[in-house]
Nanobody
Framework: VQLVESGGGLVQPGGSLTLSCAAS????????MNWYRQAPGKERERVAT????????NYADSMKGRFTISRNDAKNTVYLQMDSLKSEDTAVYYC????????????????WGQGTQVTVSS
């Protein structure tokens, strides 16, 4: 099983970035997918969740209206479009797979990626 994040980097405040997470080794379409992030010295926080079949999405309050999670089951990939980025969005972003919606919202995971660094700075 592998989850490989990509797309991180340095971006100016107010800018945009799209993260990707390519999955392999499990039946991607059946899993709920999450994006998490962890900033230095802070606890890990859930960013966004998308159900299998992309029927449902859920966002942490601070990300609503700025971030968009999506998935392409044909490509076994989940995305996180991030707009209007702020310095406080600086963190390592991780994707994770979990086998139920409620567990996904609860911060549980079955598979975890290695993360990609996002730095928002002028």
């Amino acid at each position: 099983v592998q989850l490989v994040e990509s797309g991180g980097g340095l971006v100016q405040p107010g800018g945009s970035l799209t993260l990707s997470c390519a999955a392999s080794g499990f039946t991607f379409s059946r899993y709920v997918m999450n994006w998490y992030r962890q900033a230095p010295g802070k606890e890990r926080e859930r960013v966004a969740t998308i159900s299998s079949g992309a029927v449902l999405t859920n966002y942490a309050d601070s990300m609503k209206g700025r971030f968009t999670i999506s998935r392409n089951d044909a490509k076994n990939t989940v995305y996180l479009q991030m707009d209007s980025l702020k310095s406080e969005d600086t963190a390592v972003y991780y994707c994770a797979a979990v086998n139920s919606w409620n567990r996904g919202l609860g911060g549980y995971y079955d598979y975890w990626g290695q993360g990609t660094q996002v730095t928002v700075s002028s």
